[in-house]
């Protein structure tokens, strides 16, 4: 899981995202309603997938300031939160299942 909140913390995730077969990554807003709302399903699946150390899952989490210096097409973003998933060389896909960490993992 690489929380991105400095510069570094893009660079990081630029250098890893290759290295995973999965990338999934959810874009939050400060202060947002309903952000508020979805991270504690949101938490709840990320701890879920560090406890399987086999996994070649990179999840990463984006405040809505460092969208446009990750390297991820965000072209359909259009509100927050959004999640987006994407397996190697294919074009992300966004999330659209209910907000809950179950619908997450099936995603």
């Known amino acids: ?3 991105i909140v400095t510069h ?3 660079d990081a995730f630029k250098k890893k995202q290759s290295d995973y077969e999965t990338v999934i990554a959810g874009f939050f ?3 947002c309603p309903a952000c508020k709302a ?3 399903e ?3 699946f990320v ?3 560090k406890k399987d150390e086999n996994s070649k899952v990179l999840i990463t989490e984006v405040p809505h300031n460092f969208i446009s210096e990750i390297d991820f097409d965000t072209s359909q973003l259009d509100g927050f939160p959004t999640v987006f998933g ?4 294919e074009t992300p896909k966004m999330f659209k299942g209910d907000r809950t960490q179950e ?3 099936k995603f």
């Open 8 to 10: 570094d913390d893009v």
């Open 86 to 89: 994407k397996h190697k060389d």
């Open 38 to 40: 979805f991270k504690p």
């Open 1 to 3: 899981m690489i929380k």
């Open 42 to 44: 949101w938490d709840k």
């Open 47 to 49: 701890n879920d997938c």
């Open 103 to 105: 619908s997450l993992k």
């Open 29 to 31: 807003m400060v202060n």
